[in-house]
């Protein structure tokens, strides 16, 4: 039924918006605005999940392809969470079917089209205390760190929290790679690099300053408490800059000393901010709208993001937002 009303309100609305013309659909600039700054902030939030690699996958879904691979005949909640999981990680639907390609009751047809249909019902994974209740929770407490933490309520954030650690790690050790004087030497739980003189480095002194592109909050907090600068997108208006920018100088202001990347501390935030200016409004927008949206299907189109927008982009009115 839920399904059915979603359909039916996406073919409803699609009609009446091929029958707008630009200067009505210009009315709406502004909330439209607004929903694409919050679409673009889910974008930048979900955006490095597509990268998983195994190492980071939660037990719950490693269990669910390994018992597969091995033979065993993983119950239906495994089943619809090990499809749905695969999904908002970017995996293809081909990856996916051949997870099953093992398992007792093993169809080739009814694999590919159970697995159809939830790509193409956009299912969300199933939350931890859903795969509890089904048994297809593997861990017990103090099996993992991760699952025992409070906030681990679903298992997309144990990915995302594997992926934070993991980044963190490569990128301190990678910048300090490039100042640091002498023989850089890391050890950590991702990464274990010996002893290399890294060369060339750079002259001037201090070293040049640090920027980390940040596409989330998450990773905006974390250039702010590492001391480095920020470079942002403003795709949903002042507004939004303002409060990225409130955020990140109050986290620069909080950051601990340890955790200073670098040996020169770089307070400084840029915004990427698209702008029209033209003496016709309507016309600006038009042109603004079709820019920033060939500016979304590029990154659809060339990053690593999740099949649910790049759904949402192929299917999207030709309009998004910009600033004039
Ligand atoms: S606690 Fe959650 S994330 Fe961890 S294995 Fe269980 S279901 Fe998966």
Request: glycine content about 6%; aromatic content about 8%.
């Amino acid at each position: 039924m839920k399904e059915r009303i979603r359909e039916n309100l996406h073919t409803t609305c699609t009609e009446r918006m091929d029958k707008m013309s630009e200067e009505f659909a210009a009315l709406f600039a502004d909330p439209v605005e607004r929903i694409t700054g919050l679409l673009s902030e889910r974008v930048e939030a979900e955006m490095p999940m597509t990268a998983a690699v195994r190492e980071d996958w939660p037990p719950c879904f490693e269990s669910a392809v390994s018992e597969l691979n091995q033979g065993v005949n993983v119950n239906h909640v495994g089943r619809v969470f090990l499809a749905a999981f695969s999904k908002s990680v970017g995996m293809s639907q081909e990856q996916t079917c051949s997870f099953f390609a093992n398992a007792p009751d093993y169809s080739a047809d009814t694999t590919s089209y159970q697995v159809n249909q939830i790509y193409e019902r956009d299912y969300t994974p199933h939350g931890c205390a859903a795969l509890k209740t089904s048994a297809r929770c593997p861990v017990q407490p103090g099996d993992d760190r991760l699952c025992d933490q409070e906030w681990l309520t679903h298992p997309l954030k144990y990915l995302r929290a594997k992926q934070r650690s993991r980044y963190r790690e490569v990128s301190q050790a990678a910048e300090e790679s490039e100042v640091v004087e002498d023989e850089v030497e890391h050890h950590g739980e991702f990464i274990d690099l010996p002893s290399r003189p890294v060369h060339p480095k750079p002259l001037q002194d201090p070293h040049p300053p640090l920027y980390q592109a940040c596409t989330g909050t998450e990773s905006l907090l974390d250039a702010a408490a590492r001391g480095i600068g920020a470079l942002v997108l403003g795709f949903g208006g002042p507004g939004e800059v303002a409060a990225k920018n409130e955020a990140y100088r109050r986290a620069f202001a909080e950051r601990r000393p340890e955790d200073q990347v670098g040996f020169a501390p770089n307070e400084h935030l840029a915004a990427l901010c698209p702008a029209v200016v033209l003496d016709d409004g309507v016309e600006a927008r038009r042109i603004g709208l079709r820019g920033q949206r060939f500016f979304l299907e590029a990154i659809a189109h060339w990053g690593t993001v999740p099949i649910w927008f790049k759904n949402r982009i192929s299917s999207a009115p030709a309009s998004s937002s910009c600033s004039t």
